[in-house]
């Protein structure tokens, strides 16, 4: 089966900065690939997303890029803000979801 | 609104004693699952349902049944919860299998003692 595993697992970045979260997976055939945000308590929320037919997504200060050949596709945080801290989950799917183990992001202020 | 509901909340139970955490939601998707969460370990899928009568089991279904009698609900039960059980569940929801985004419930925090 598929196997996603994300990099790194805890992130700490001056508020401003940008932030890059890393993704990588295993069975070509993955063609959707979604990231979650997880506030503290909170349930994950879809906060940008990208098919394998397109290289790169873009949404304010959000980004995803997709490298099918190497099979790896990373999140973008640009001029981050406290706001951004969170648990951050890639994912990647053909006809089932494989979630990557997290990522948490810190921002300080 | 468009959502996920799942219920209860918060759930303390003993060993062995039999639960249900309810799953419900209003878009009309096809596609339900459940997923429980632990630390460092990610979102696991338990069981998926593609559509009413469809289930199949995920990644941990070990302990856990479901139903989708409905297309709007799909109960997680657990018939003889143990400790290891313990965990952060959530339903979720996509319009299709795979290739659409999972709306996710709020959550079900269990502990089984």
């Known amino acids: 089966g598929e196997n996603v595993e994300q990099h790194p697992s805890t992130l700490s970045v001056q508020e401003g900065d940008s932030a890059v979260i890393k993704c990588t997976y295993s069975?070509?055939?993955?063609?959707?690939f979604p990231w979650y945000k997880q506030e503290l308590g909170k349930r994950p929320q879809l906060i940008i997303d990208?098919?394998?037919?397109?290289g790169e997504k873009k949404d304010q200060r959000i980004a995803v890029t997709l490298n099918k050949t190497a099979k790896h596709f990373s999140l973008h945080i640009t001029e981050t803000q406290p706001e951004d801290s969170a648990v951050y989950f890639c994912?990647?799917?053909?006809?089932?979801?494989?979630f990557g183990s997290g990522t948490k992001l810190n921002v300080k202020p | 609104e468009a959502q996920v509901t799942q219920n209860p909340r918060y759930l303390i139970t003993v060993t062995g004693k039999k639960l249900t955490v309810t799953c419900s939601q209003n878009?009309?998707?096809?596609?339900m699952s459940w997923y429980r969460q632990d630390p460092g370990l990610g979102l696991r899928q338990i069981y998926y349902?593609?559509?009413?009568?469809?289930?199949d089991k995920g990644d941990v279904p070990e302990g856990y049944k479901v139903s989708r009698k409905e297309k709007r609900n799909f109960p997680l039960i657990l018939e003889s919860p143990s400790p290891n059980q313990t965990s952060l569940y959530f339903c979720?929801?996509?319009?299709?299998?795979?290739?659409?985004?999972?709306?996710f419930g709020n959550g079900t925090r269990l502990t089984v003692t």
């Open positions: 069975d070509s055939a993955s063609n959707y």
């Open positions: 878009m009309n998707h096809e596609y």
């Open positions: 990208i098919r394998s037919n397109v």
């Open positions: 979720a929801s996509s319009f299709r299998q795979g290739n659409s985004p999972l709306h």
């Open positions: 349902s593609m559509n009413v009568e469809v289930t």
């Open positions: 994912a990647a799917s053909f006809n089932k979801f494989y």
